[in-house]
């Protein structure tokens, strides 16, 4: 069992510490495990009978329990993570409090039995993966202009340096989306982006097909490149569907 050492993080993260939210908690015990060199996760909530409220969260190490090795069926299959279960006790419980409204820190473990991840390479463990409010505001803005968005990371200093990815810039813009066409929905939501793609541009073509409940059945879409393209190389036209692999069971087919 290794004990880590304490650290200017350790004195200010103790038991009986008061937090607002959750969130905040959650928040402070990445910064303390990213300074220790383990990822956190949140290992459980505790909810009362009566109102279902939320009373207790608890906090853990990403490697706490102990791993078992299943047996399968298939010869040679082997399940794939990236971490594997070492019985860590590193752990933070925090309680609510409802004389005065807070979350209280009241069990707080720093006793880790891995081997902890070095500085250099901290910034790349998944609970410390965050992407800055300036990088969001630059992927939103790429994002309208069509701008690649795999150059994001490398414009800030590169992945290995800033904390993030090309796969985090593209998981905000995916957020952002949703949020935009969530109350449509996502037929509604395509059919105004299309609107708006046509206002932008006269040369963009889309036809929206309902079946007999007046319900999306069908869509297709052309943009000006793909108008140009068919003009001057119609004759060879490659067609490949990805079928039914989607939430809608719906066909994708792509003419190239």
């Not at 200010?12 to 990213?34: N, P, R, T």
């Not at 200093?157 to 995916?174: A, L, M, P, T």
Request: a positive charge; proline letters at 2%; aromatic letters at 12%.
């Amino acid at each position: 069992m290794i004990s880590t050492p304490k650290t200017d993080m350790n004195r200010e993260l103790h038991v009986g510490m008061l937090f607002k939210s959750i969130e905040e908690a959650e928040c402070c015990y990445q910064d303390y495990g990213g300074s220790m060199g383990f990822s956190i996760k949140k290992r459980l909530t505790y909810k009362t009978l009566a109102r279902s409220d939320v009373t207790c969260v608890a906090f853990s190490c990403v490697c706490e329990g102990i791993y078992k090795e299943k047996s399968s069926s298939i010869v040679g299959k082997q399940k794939r993570t990236s971490t594997i279960k070492s019985g860590c006790n590193a752990r933070m419980r925090i309680r609510w409090i409802k004389e005065i409204e807070m979350w209280k820190v009241s069990v707080l473990e720093d006793e880790q039995n891995l081997a902890l991840v070095a500085p250099s390479k901290i910034i790349l463990m998944k609970s410390q993966r965050r992407l800055p409010t300036a990088a969001k505001s630059l992927t939103e803005s790429f994002s309208r202009e069509n701008i690649q968005l795999s150059k994001i990371p490398s414009l800030f200093g590169g992945s290995s340096n800033v904390g993030f990815g090309k796969r985090d810039v593209w998981n905000h813009v995916s957020t952002i989306r949703r949020m935009l066409y969530y109350d449509k929905g996502d037929a509604e939501g395509m059919k105004d982006y299309f609107k708006k793609m046509a206002v932008e541009n006269s040369h963009f073509f889309y036809a929206i097909q309902c079946d007999s409940e007046d319900r999306a059945s069908n869509f297709f879409w052309m943009d000006a490149c793909s108008l140009m393209a068919y003009s001057q190389f119609g004759d060879a036209v490659t067609f490949d569907m990805t079928y039914r692999t989607n939430r809608y069971s719906m066909p994708f087919a792509p003419f190239t």
